[in-house]
């Protein structure tokens, strides 16, 4: 059995009995205005943070969404859209899809706008989506793409690519691990599936996006998320796992580099009232600006007393240097 057929097992089964301890089931559901979710999609939230993002669903967009689940971001996703087939839903997993089906016709019943046909559930396997090129303006996944080993991980990051239209965006929520994970963690199919041995440094999975030919890198939040421990775990130390959340967006590849923004921001505190690099970046005068990590870097290569570079916060909110 390959690691995706125990990855497939374990969803079936918590598609069939929804398990309330798979990923992060017990975090808050924030309910948006007019939106009530069910119960049962609650239960069956099998992610690790959200992809659901007011800033990036303006204009009706055509949104996608790979790992379908008990259909909980699907219903968020269709509140900002609200129009036939404006959501794709994709699963692998036939049991999970009828589950998000049954799950939809409940969340009628407790919402008057919402309607089934807003979702379009569809079989389908990340690494050669069921969707043409250049026809989704805002695809997402949630604690998925850290299941897979590095050739499916590249092979489903380009699919996503593939399916975006230019300036589109990717906007994901995955487990990372700062640590080293000896080969029996990496290997263990079943821990893979449950969200935790697939983790990857942040830098090696920005770098997998930008490959991919991702222009713009967004980190939002970096989150605590799970332990690996001696006591439970084939490890000899503790191995801390956090969840970050991340747009990739589908903007041309600037000559020198991508932009990757990690929540620094560029203070100029000097005599005049502006500052301005000559390179397109102006910084008023003891006003914050976001800078991507490339900028800051030539920025801070200037030597000015007068600029202040911030460390990354790992939370970055738009309104940047690019």
Not at 200 to 209: M, N
């Amino acid at each position: 059995m390959s690691y995706l057929d125990a990855t497939n097992d374990l969803y079936k089964d918590a598609a069939l009995t929804p398990n309330v301890g798979l990923c992060c089931t017990t975090n808050p559901i924030w309910e948006l205005p007019g939106l009530k979710i069910p119960l049962i999609m609650q239960r069956m939230n099998y992610g690790c943070g959200s992809t659901v993002h007011a800033r990036d669903l303006t204009n009706n967009p055509k949104i996608l969404y790979v790992g379908a689940g008990g259909g909980m971001e699907l219903l968020q996703f269709a509140y900002f859209s609200r129009q036939e087939n404006g959501v794709i839903g994709i699963d692998v997993v036939d049991e999970m899809l009828e589950a998000s089906r049954k799950n939809f016709i409940e969340a009628e019943t407790q919402n008057n706008w919402f309607k089934s046909s807003f979702v379009d559930l569809r079989k389908g396997d990340a690494l050669n989506l069921p969707v043409e090129d250049n026809t989704i303006d805002v695809a997402a996944q949630n604690c998925l793409f850290n299941i897979f080993k590095e050739n499916d991980l590249e092979k489903a990051i380009h699919e996503m690519y593939r399916v975006l239209k230019p300036h589109g965006r990717l906007v994901m929520s995955d487990p990372t691990c700062e640590q080293p994970m000896n080969e029996t963690l990496r290997n263990d199919d079943r821990l893979r599936a449950l969200c935790l041995s697939g983790s990857l440094p942040i830098d090696e999975y920005v770098k997998k996006l930008t490959d991919a030919g991702f222009g713009t890198i967004e980190i939002r939040a970096r989150k605590p998320y799970r332990i690996l421990d001696p006591k439970n775990y084939q490890t000899d130390e503790v191995i801390y796992i956090e969840s970050i959340e991340v747009a990739a967006i589908k903007d041309p590849m600037p000559a020198d580099g991508p932009c990757i923004f990690t929540g620094k921001a560029a203070i100029y505190f000097g005599d005049d009232e502006v500052f301005d690099d000559q390179k397109g970046h102006i910084l008023l005068k003891n006003q914050p600006l976001a800078v991507c990590d490339k900028t800051a870097g030539a920025l801070a290569s200037l030597n000015r007393d007068d600029i202040f570079i911030s460390e990354s916060t790992f939370h970055y909110d738009g309104g940047g240097c690019c």
